[in-house]
C-alpha cells in the first residue's frame, strides 16, 4: 500500500493521490456495509420525473462528482421518498426542482431544528419569490460545491454504548443539548440500541445504531464518552478533532484479572491526537498523574429549577432513600441496606432507586423505583427526606447534590468523586465505610437535631444553586473549541462578505 501512494505521488502528483487515497479509505471503511445504513455528508433532494434542461442536469451531475472528489459523500432521492428520519443521517441537503408540498415543508423544519443546512438551487422554472418567505439558501447549480465546503456547519457526534438511564448517560445527553441549544448540530451514535431520536431537555437528536449502520460522512468533532466506545473514535479517518469525555477511571469497574480492566485501562492511552476532557477534577488529577494526560475541565451541573426545594418537617415516619445499582460492588448497595436492615421500622422507612439491578432478597424495602425516567426522579427525591448514599468509587455523584436541590439530607461515606462540592457538617453527614453504627448515628442526629437541619438545608440548597447548568454552560461550550469556531467563522463571514462586494454574481444570498 505505502509502494502504490509513493508511486502515485511521484508519477501522477498530488491530485491523483488524494483522490485515490480518498476512495481507497471509503472502501476500506465501507468493506462489507452494502445492506446498511449509511451516515453521509450530502443528500440531493429532487422531483426526477419533472423533465428540465439537460444543460441543468449536468450541471447538477457535476457538481455531485466534485463533491465526491473532494471526499464527500452524496446520496440522491426523490422527494415524494423522503422521509423525516432522513434528516439526521447527513450534514446537510440540496434541493432542486421540487414542489412546495407539506411532507417538504416539515422536512425542512425538522432540518432546520437539527442545525443543518439546506440549499436550493434555483433552475430555469423557478422564480425567486417564491423562496422569499423560506429561511433558505438559493444558490445557481454552478456555485454548489464551493458554497457547501463553505457553509456546512462542524457536527459533533457522541459516541456511546447506548442510552440506558445512567449518570453518565445523562451527562452526555445535557453536553449534547447545551450544543445545541448553542446552534450546533449534534448526532449521537450508540454501540447497540436502535436508530431513533433521543428526546432531553426539550429537544430531539438523531440516534444512529452502529450495530445496523455505519459512518462515511465527514465529522467535525467526534466524542468518545466511556471506554469501550474509544476504539471507534481512534479509527474513524474522517474526524478532523477527536475528543474523550472521561467521566471515571473506568479501570476499576473491573477486579484484577479480568481482560476487560486492561482494556478499560488502555482508553486512556489511545493512538492519534485525541484531546481529553471530564467533569471531574479527582479525573483530571489521575489523568495527568497515572497517563500523563492533560484534560480540560468543566464541572457537572444540575437542572435545579426541576427541583422544589422544600424544608423536610421530620415528622412522622422518616423516608430513607437509598440509590444505586445494586449489582455493581464499588456502588456499595448492601451496606447501605445492613444499615436501614436494623432501624426501627416504626419510625423509619425504605425506599430504593436503581437504574439496573432488582433489590436482593434480603434487602428490606419499602418501595422500589425501578428505572425511573430522568423526568421523574426530581419527584422521587421530594418524597424522601434522607439520602444513605454509601458508593465507594465516583467519579462525581448526582445523587447528594439531587437530594440537597430538593430540601432533603445527605448521610454518605466520602469519595473522590463527592469531595467535590460534600462538606461534612456543613451540607452532609460523612461517615467511615464499614462504620454501620456511625451511619446509624448520622440519621439520627439528622432526626433529632433541629439546629442541625436548619444548617444542612440551608448550606445543601446554596450548594445545588451553584451547580445550576444555567451558569455553567459557558464552561461546557469552551470545552468543544466553541470559540474557537465561532472566530474562524467571523473570518468566514468577512472573506465573504468581500467576495460578494467584487464579484455580486457568485454570492450566496439570504432570501
Request: glycine share 8%.
Amino acid at each position: 500500500m505505502i509502494k502504490k501512494a509513493y508511486n502515485a505521488l511521484k508519477t501522477e502528483g498530488l491530485g491523483a493521490f488524494v483522490r485515490k487515497s480518498g476512495r481507497y479509505f471509503k472502501r476500506k471503511w465501507l468493506k462489507n456495509r452494502k445492506d446498511r445504513a449509511v451516515y453521509k455528508d450530502i443528500l440531493f433532494i429532487g422531483n426526477y420525473q419533472k423533465a428540465v434542461s439537460d444543460l441543468w442536469q449536468c450541471e447538477i451531475a457535476r457538481q455531485k462528482r466534485k463533491l465526491e472528489t473532494c471526499w464527500y459523500f452524496v446520496d440522491e432521492t426523490d422527494y415524494r421518498e423522503l422521509k423525516v428520519e432522513q434528516a439526521g443521517w447527513y450534514r446537510a441537503f440540496v434541493v432542486f426542482g421540487c414542489p412546495d408540498t407539506d411532507q417538504m415543508q416539515e422536512f425542512v423544519k425538522t432540518v432546520k431544528e437539527l442545525n443543518k443546512t439546506v440549499f436550493y438551487v434555483g433552475d430555469e422554472g423557478m422564480e425567486e419569490k417564491d423562496f422569499r418567505k423560506k429561511d433558505v439558501r438559493v444558490i445557481p447549480a454552478g456555485h454548489l460545491t464551493e458554497s457547501l465546503k463553505r457553509e456546512i456547519k462542524g457536527n459533533y457526534v457522541f459516541v456511546l454504548p447506548g442510552l440506558q438511564i445512567s449518570g453518565g448517560v445523562k451527562v452526555v445527553l445535557k453536553h449534547a443539548s447545551i450544543l445545541r441549544k448553542a446552534g450546533k448540530e449534534v448526532v449521537i451514535f450508540v454501540l447497540s440500541g436502535s436508530h431513533g431520536w433521543c428526546r432531553f431537555d426539550g429537544i430531539k437528536i438523531p440516534v444512529i445504531n452502529l450495530e445496523n449502520a455505519c459512518i462515511a460522512g465527514k465529522i467535525g468533532h467526534m466524542i468518545a464518552t466511556m471506554w469501550t466506545t474509544v476504539k471507534t473514535v481512534e479509527d474513524y479517518p474522517y474526524a478532523e478533532k477527536k475528543y474523550y469525555l472521561v467521566q471515571n477511571l473506568e479501570t476499576d469497574f473491573y477486579k484484577e484479572g479480568d481482560p476487560l480492566r486492561g482494556k478499560a485501562d488502555r482508553s486512556y492511552t489511545p493512538e492519534g491526537d485525541i484531546r481529553f476532557l471530564t467533569i471531574s477534577k479527582w479525573c483530571q488529577s489521575w489523568l495527568k498523574e497515572k497517563y500523563g494526560q492533560d484534560a480540560l475541565y468543566a464541572p457537572n451541573g444540575l437542572e435545579v429549577g426541576n427541583f422544589v426545594c422544600r424544608k423536610r418537617k421530620m415528622e412522622g415516619k422518616i423516608r430513607i432513600l437509598i440509590e444505586g445499582d445494586c449489582a455493581v460492588d464499588y456502588k456499595n448497595v448492601d451496606e447501605a441496606f445492613e444499615v436501614t436492615n436494623s432501624l426501627d421500622k416504626a419510625i423509619y422507612e425504605v425506599w430504593y432507586m436503581s437504574y439496573n439491578a432488582q433489590p436482593k432478597q434480603w434487602y428490606q424495602v419499602d418501595r422500589f423505583c425501578h428505572r425511573i425516567p430522568y423526568d421523574q426522579v426530581p419527584e422521587i427525591y421530594g418524597e424522601c427526606d434522607i439520602l444513605l448514599k454509601t458508593s465507594l468509587l465516583e467519579s462525581f455523584s448526582y445523587p447528594p447534590l439531587e437530594m440537597m436541590a430538593s430540601g432533603g439530607y445527605v448521610v454518605a461515606i466520602p469519595n473522590d468523586g463527592n469531595r467535590e462540592y460534600l462538606e461534612d457538617g456543613k451540607n452532609c453527614l460523612f461517615y467511615s465505610p464499614g462504620d454501620l453504627e456511625g451511619a446509624r448515628g448520622a440519621i439520627e442526629k439528622i432526626r433529632t437535631r433541629k439546629e442541625l437541619q436548619d444548617n444542612l438545608y440551608e448550606n445543601g440548597r446554596i450548594t445545588a444553586q451553584k451547580r445550576n447548568w444555567h451558569i455553567i454552560e459557558e464552561k461546557i461550550l469552551l470545552l468543544y473549541d466553541i470559540e474557537e469556531e465561532k472566530k474562524a467563522r467571523n473570518t468566514i463571514d468577512r472573506t465573504e462578505a468581500m467576495e460578494t462586494a467584487d464579484k455580486e454574481d457568485t454570492s450566496v444570498r439570504e432570501v
